[in-house]
Every structure is written in C-alpha cells, then in structure tokens.
Nanobody
Framework: QVQPVESGGGLVQAGGSLRLSCAAS????????MGWYRQAPGKQRELVAT?????????PNSVKGRFTISRDNAKNTVTVYLQMNSLKPEDTAVYYC?????????WGQGTQVTVSS
C-alpha cells in the first residue's frame, strides 16, 4: 500500500510562486509515474503534470512553461515536487498528488492553492 502525502499549498498573489511537495512511501514499484492533478470548484479534476520513473515529463498547455515537475527516488519513498511560477487566479484549485504503478492509482488528500488577483 502506498499513501501519498502533499504539502506546500497556500495563498499567493497573481504572478507569485509556490512549491508543492508529495511523498509516497511504502511498496514502491521501480516502474511508476508520479503526477499532480487539480480540481477547481464545479470543475472536473484535470492533469497538471506527470513524471515517470525514467524522468519523462508531461504538461498540458495551460501550465507549460510556468510549472515544473521533478522527483527524488529513494528505496521505499518517492518524493515529487511541483514548482509553480507566474501563478494566475485560474490556477486556484485543490491540488492532488497521484502515484501510479501497474497495480493501480493512489491519491493524496489534496492541498489548497489559492491565487488572488
């Protein structure tokens, strides 16, 4: 069992930066993908960024060039980071960490990011 735990959300003004962290501990597969997703009120959860165990990254156009995902790998813990720059009010959402391996998906509890205009 793997339980991702997020940290680092908060309130920031438009144009500012935040860094989110997520630690996933437990039975870590060597092949896995870590990701960040977000959900704003009244909207569906959407992809923010993913990074594979091999280091390949993926971003939607809405955050490309502003957000950067990275990861640190240890024996039984994977930590993923999301550096968010040039934040906009439309980035306001609950951000969820995801750990995915061949057996399934594991989600964190979410952390609130609020960007004021």
């Amino acid at each position: 069992q793997v339980q991702p735990v997020e940290s680092g959300g908060g309130l920031v003004q438009a144009g500012g930066s935040l860094r989110l962290s997520c630690a996933a501990s437990g039975s870590i597969f060597s092949i896995n993908t870590m990701g960040w997703y977000r959900q704003a009120p009244g909207k569906q959860r959407e992809l923010v960024a993913t990074i594979t165990s091999g280091g390949s990254t993926n971003y939607p156009n809405s955050v490309k060039g502003r957000f950067t995902i990275s990861r640190d790998n240890a024996k039984n813990t994977v930590t993923v980071y999301l550096q968010m720059n040039s934040l906009k009010p439309e980035d306001t959402a609950v951000y969820y960490c995801n750990y995915r391996n061949p057996l399934g998906d594991y989600w964190g509890q979410g952390t609130q990011v609020t960007v004021s205009s």
